[in-house]
């Protein structure tokens, strides 16, 4: 309840304070909005360039596994010969 009766009164206060010093709260705003733009505009361009980054590191990645695919079939291909060569020697046996 205090909460709520405390929460009215600053509103008052607030808005009656609005009414008399708007010249004031125009000029602030006006130096406020700016600044504003300012600041969101950088975090974009650093949220951006941040993915950026993250989607060349990605496509290495993805090279690198095209290379790590090649190679594992490559060593499959191997194992699979030493298997026969396995078979052989115990058939000779």
Known sequence: MKTLIGGVIAAALGL???VVWWGQ???VLAGIIPAML???GGLAIYLG???LKD???KEETTEASVAT???VEKYKHEISE???E???LKKEE
Request: proline letters at 0%; glycine letters at 8%.
């Open 86 to 88: 396995i078979a052989e």
């Open 49 to 51: 360039f941040d993915e």
């Open 69 to 71: 695919n090649e190679e």
């Open 55 to 57: 989607s060349w590191k």
């Open 82 to 84: 030493l298997k026969e």
């Open 38 to 40: 300012l600041l969101g």
């Open 25 to 27: 709260f125009l000029m």
């Open 16 to 18: 009656i304070g609005l």
